[in-house]
T-cell receptor, first 110, second 115 residues
Framework: LAKTTQPISMDSYEGQEVNITCSHNNIATNDYITWYQQFPSQGPRFIIQGYKTKVTNEVASLFIPADRKSSTLSLPRVSLSDTAVYYCLVVRQGYQKVTFGIGTKLQVIP | DAGVIQSPRHEVTEMGQEVTLRCKPISGHDYLFWYRQTMMRGLELLIYFNNNVPIDDSGMPEDRFSAKMPNASFSTLKIQPSEPRDSAVYFC?????????????FGEGSRLTVL
């Protein structure tokens, strides 16, 4: 599976839009980009998945360019409760093994 | 459904003691995963099962670690003997093959401290 690279940490003020970019240069045709969120003292939880272009749900948006070598998770108007670690993963269709990296620790500042 | 249930939530033990962590996956899920999380190494996959059969245990640190899944609703991760470097949060997760996203559902974790 393609290795992912994302910033180790980010800070943002409340109310701002936060964009976390992840690179996955060796992504394969049957791979999907998936993001998880982990709050302190909890297990990670799935927030969004995409293959190409743009995906939006009630939590976030995911932007994937045509070459799919990177992706950007966008969190609109963050609040203190969005402080968490965000993991970018490449998941292969039909392959259940999922590996996590260090993730991006987002700190939202009042 | 109650989600993935892990026990104990916290365990403090002394070096050399046996530790057993337990997990109940979401009913109907056919995959079960054990992960370990530390500050230094992040979230590491230890082992995963499909239909109660271990598929990949390449992440298990050493022979002191063992995992079993005697039935579809229960799994254990055992450390014997435990060492201080085993101190971590251990997560269990389950998933359903055939789901659109392959989403993993995690438990709240078991925080292990080995003195």
């Amino acid at each position: 599976l393609a290795k992912t690279t994302q910033p180790i940490s980010m800070d943002s003020y409340e109310g701002q839009e936060v964009n976390i970019t992840c690179s996955h240069n060796n992504i394969a045709t049957n791979d999907y980009i998936t993001w998880y969120q982990q709050f302190p003292s909890q297990g990670p939880r799935f927030i969004i998945q995409g293959y190409k272009t743009k995906v939006t749900n009630e939590v976030a948006s995911l932007f994937i360019p045509a070459d799919r070598k990177s992706s950007t998770l966008s969190l609109p108007r963050v609040s203190l409760s969005d402080t968490a670690v965000y993991y970018c993963l490449v998941v292969r269709q039909g392959y259940q093994k999922v590996t996590f990296g260090i993730g991006t620790k987002l700190q939202v500042i009042p | 459904d109650a989600g993935v249930i892990q026990s104990p939530r916290h365990e403090v033990t002394e070096m050399g003691q046996e530790v057993t962590l337990r997990c109940k996956p979401i009913s109907g899920h056919d995959y079960l995963f054990w992960y370990r999380q530390t500050m230094m190494r992040g979230l590491e996959l230890l082992i995963y099962f499909n239909n109660n059969v271990p598929i990949d245990d390449s992440g298990m640190p050493e022979d002191r670690f063992s995992a079993k899944m005697p039935n579809a609703s229960f799994s254990t991760l055992k450390i014997q003997p435990s060492e201080p470097r085993d101190s971590a949060v251990y997560f269990c997760a389950s998933s359903l093959r055939g789901s659109n996203t392959g989403e993993l559902f995690f438990g709240e974790g078991s925080r292990l401290t080995v003195l």
